[in-house]
Nanobody, 121 residues
């Protein structure tokens, strides 16, 4: 069972920056992909950014050029550097990890508890 511990949320003014981190522990297999999702009140949970173990990344269009996802494979930790924050970035941000049993071709999905990011105008 993988545990995900998130840190770094908070309140920031528009145009400011925040850095989120998510540390994974307890994995039995390789963590193939780590990602950040966010969910604003009354809305669905959407992908913000993802990074695979090989380093490839993808971003939601709304954050391209402002957010950077990175990963320390040795520490099983993923970071999300958020720059030029906007009020519409306000949401609960969730860390996600996909652990892969490559022998049985099974992938396990894990979620963090979420961290609030609030951007004031």
């Amino acid at each position: 069972q993988v545990q995900l511990v998130e840190n770094g949320g908070g309140l920031v003014q528009a145009g400011g920056s925040l850095r989120l981190s998510c540390a994974a522990s307890g994995s039995r297999f390789s963590i193939n992909r780590m990602a950040w999702y966010r969910q604003a009140p009354g809305k669905q949970r959407d992908l913000v950014a993802a990074i695979r173990s090989g380093g490839s990344t993808n971003y939601a269009d709304s954050v391209k050029g402002r957010f950077i996802i990175s990963r320390d494979n040795a520490k099983n930790t993923v970071y999300l550097q958020m720059n030029n924050l906007k009020p519409e970035d306000t949401a609960v941000y969730y860390c996600n990890a996909k652990e892969g049993d490559n022998t049985r071709l099974i992938e396990y999905d894990y979620w963090g508890q979420g961290t609030q990011v609030t951007v004031s105008s």
